[in-house]
């Protein structure tokens, strides 16, 4: 009973943050160009847009794809090349089997395969919820790629793991991802239709269905399944990010909530900027995609990255 609730409480959780069809939405999916890269057996999709300028790449988190970045890719490719990639087991790239192929460092390589592939030795990295994970996770792995970093609502790991230890209302906002621990897509009954509940305009819906049927919803699991802490939750050692690092946060998001941010500078060597926005949820860059658009054009160029 407890798993059934979960799964319909899902959908309605993630309408706190409904999303809103920024203009030009359509033209920027009919408008990218769309890449394939092996990564060690592993064939890894991204879109692209823009052709000129220093390189971004972008990374969805759950349940998302590439398409979530559309309103950035817009703003941002007049002044970037700027690059969205599916993450394994999303839309048009691979979904390995075995929850070990989603391990942090893996994903971390796609993203290092796929700034190879696009003709670069370093990029900015950009990344949301899982995609946050995958992009705290390269910057430490990969340094010296690593131009800038920017982190939307995604707590640094050791912050996280300090929530769930000494915060009950985080380790309660977190009980979603225990029961995705341990539960097939069947058994919560999710489907396609049920992870694009949260998307509020109908076209950016239809494809967002599209793109979960083509998705593996077991493969979307596996990241909660060899990623998420686990109890006791034990600080763990790891070396600061080296790049200047941008993070946003919308307050309103149930999942990760904000006391999260606390102490995130500990951990970064150079300059760290933190940009909370109070009505925005967990899709902070479609929630709040102007501002967070702005934002990130105003910070590269005071970063000298133009």
Not at 124 to 131: A, N, P, R, S, T
Request: charged share 20%.
């Amino acid at each position: 009973m407890m798993i059934r609730a979960v799964s319909l409480l899902l959908p309605l959780l993630l309408l706190v943050a409904p999303q809103r069809a920024p203009a030009g939405a359509v033209d920027v999916f009919t408008r990218v160009t769309h890449h394939y890269v092996d990564n060690n057996g592993v064939r890894i999709h991204y879109a692209s847009l823009g052709r000129r300028g220093p390189l971004l790449v972008m990374i969805h988190g759950f349940p998302d794809f590439w398409y979530s970045w559309r309103d950035q890719m817009a703003a941002l490719s007049h002044r970037y090349r700027v690059v969205a990639l599916d993450q394994r087991g999303y839309n048009l790239s691979d979904a390995p089997s075995g929850a070990e192929q989603y391990d942090l460092g893996l994903l971390a390589s796609d993203v290092a395969a796929v700034i190879h592939d696009a003709g670069e030795e370093k990029a900015v990295v950009i990344g949301h919820d899982w995609g946050g994970a995958v992009a705290w996770t390269f910057a430490i792995a990969y340094p010296a790629m690593t131009q800038r970093l920017i982190i939307l609502n995604l707590p640094h790991p050791r912050c996280l793991l300090r929530e769930l230890r000494d915060n009950p209302a985080q380790l309660a906002a977190s009980e979603y991802a225990r029961t995705f621990q341990t539960k097939s897509a069947a058994e919560l009954g999710l489907t396609a239709e049920a992870l694009a509940g949260w998307v509020s305009d109908p076209v950016a819906r239809a494809h967002y269905v599209e793109a979960f049927r083509r998705s593996d919803i077991d493969a979307m699991l596996n990241y909660y399944k060899r990623n998420y802490p686990r109890a006791p939750y034990d600080d763990i050692a790891l070396p600061n990010v080296q790049a200047p690092v941008l993070m946003f946060h919308g307050l309103a998001d149930p999942f990760l909530l904000p006391a999260a941010v606390d102490g995130t500078w500990q951990y970064v060597a150079q300059g760290f900027t933190l940009v909370t926005v109070p009505d925005a949820g967990h899709f902070v860059q479609q929630d709040a995609s102007k501002l967070v658009s702005r934002r990130i054009a105003y910070w590269l160029a005071a970063e000298g990255v133009r």
